[in-house]
């Protein structure tokens, strides 16, 4: 109470600009966004509003992302994630909670997704069919790059979506977590849940650099359709094939 009576002056500024700016509406944010996000059917306030529709422009193509919802709670800001955001379109849902780190990275924190692969067609010639779902309990980025994730991600009735027909893969999972050795931010196991293309390896990030290691085994891995469809990037051997690579993203 002592505190309080000494520095009303100062509370009372405080509560006074916090209710002014939860009456600020939401349709405000469109001003401060980056040109290549569109915002349409705005309502709520700046704390808690929502969009009927929104997209991002990726490479100049659209992604749709939907109805989205977001809720600010700037009491939060120093020990946890202050930003809520969801969206949905059709069968493709976002969740997250953003916050920061003192070095300056983004944090997702309890985030979940779920994708058709069909909408990477748009973006890169992936010839793969399935539901892609994830779910971390946190992902770090730093200037645009990954350097830890905590969480699991799944491709769900994959398939190989050839001109000759769709030729049915599996199922598959990639436990993500924080990497022990030194230099290495973040390592993902792959494993096959069931399917006539069996996988397993490992992949491996930095805040700069991957690195991929496939084996490929199974039926699949030996129909000499699909091997020479996946030369490119493969190496042949008896039991089916290798996929080895390395970058910088």
Do not use: C
């Amino acid at each position: 109470m002592e505190w309080i009576s000494r520095h009303w002056r100062i509370l009372a500024v405080f509560v006074f600009m916090t209710l002014l700016l939860s009456q600020v509406p939401a349709r405000a944010i469109s001003r401060v966004l980056p040109d290549d996000v569109t915002l349409t059917g705005i309502s709520g306030t700046i704390w808690s509003g929502r969009a009927a529709r929104a997209w991002v422009v990726i490479d100049q193509q659209p992604l749709m992302l939907g109805r989205v919802q977001w809720r600010l709670q700037p009491w939060r800001i120093l020990g946890g994630a202050p930003l809520s955001l969801s969206s949905d379109w059709g069968r493709q849902a976002l969740r997250a909670q953003l916050g920061y780190r003192l070095g300056g990275s983004i944090v997702l924190q309890d985030a979940s997704f779920t994708i058709n692969t069909q909408l990477f067609k748009a973006f890169v010639p992936l010839y793969l069919g399935g539901v892609l779902s994830g779910e971390f309990a946190q992902i770090a980025i730093d200037e645009g790059h990954i350097v830890d994730a905590e969480g699991v991600v799944r491709l769900l009735r994959g398939a190989w979506t050839a001109r000759s027909g769709n030729l049915p893969l599996g199922d598959y999972q990639i436990d993500f977590s924080s990497a022990d050795a030194v230099g290495v931010g973040t390592v993902g196991a792959l494993k096959t849940i069931a399917g006539s293309l069996e996988l397993s390896g490992n992949v491996s990030t930095t805040a700069t650099d991957y690195q991929i290691s496939v084996e490929a085994t199974g039926p699949v891995a030996r129909d000499d359709a699909f091997r020479q469809a996946m030369s490119m990037i493969a190496i042949p051997n008896q039991d089916g094939f290798s996929v080895s690579l390395t970058g910088q993203y």
